[in-house]
């Protein structure tokens, strides 16, 4: 059964940082492409930051470039989010994902708030 959990606390301060993690049963994450997406509130959702399996490059939303870093532990099969200094609008639900050709998954999604 694939399930992906996610992790890492939920309050963070301008200027402060916060690590989201999200770790993977019932797959590699290695094989897959990882992204997290976010779901502020009363709005849709939006990409946030991807790690693409067939290359290993990573791409961040024009938002949070400079901010956010997405990176991976193959050993614990987990991918994270740092968030550093992050902006008042940066306050979301966090949902990690796991992409593959024929399928995605999702973890459960966590809310993160953001305080000055």
């Given at each position: 059964q694939?399930?992906l959990v996610?992790?890492g606390?939920?309050?963070?301060?301008t200027?402060?940082s916060?690590?989201?993690?999200c770790?993977?049963?019932?797959?590699t994450?290695?094989?897959?492409?990882?992204?997290?997406v976010?779901?502020?509130?009363?709005?849709d959702r939006?990409f946030?930051?991807?790690?693409?399996?067939k290359?290993?490059?990573t791409?961040?939303?024009?938002?949070?470039?400079?901010?956010?870093?997405i990176s991976?532990d193959?050993a614990?099969?987990?991918?994270?989010?740092?968030?550093n200094n992050p902006?008042?609008?940066?306050?979301a639900v966090?949902?990690?994902?796991a992409?593959?050709t024929s399928?995605?998954y999702?973890?459960?999604g966590?809310?993160?708030t953001?305080?000055?």
């Amino acid at each position: 059964q694939v399930q992906l959990v996610e992790s890492g606390g939920g309050l963070v301060q301008t200027g402060g940082s916060l690590r989201r993690s999200c770790t993977a049963a019932g797959l590699t994450f290695n094989q897959y492409t990882k992204a997290w997406v976010r779901k502020p509130p009363g709005k849709d959702r939006e990409f946030v930051a991807s790690h693409i399996h067939k290359d290993g490059s990573t791409y961040d939303a024009d938002s949070v470039k400079g901010r956010f870093t997405i990176s991976r532990d193959i050993a614990k099969n987990t991918v994270y989010l740092q968030m550093n200094n992050p902006q008042l609008e940066a306050a979301a639900v966090y949902y990690c994902t796991a992409i593959s050709t024929s399928d995605q998954y999702w973890g459960q999604g966590t809310q993160v708030t953001v305080s000055s």
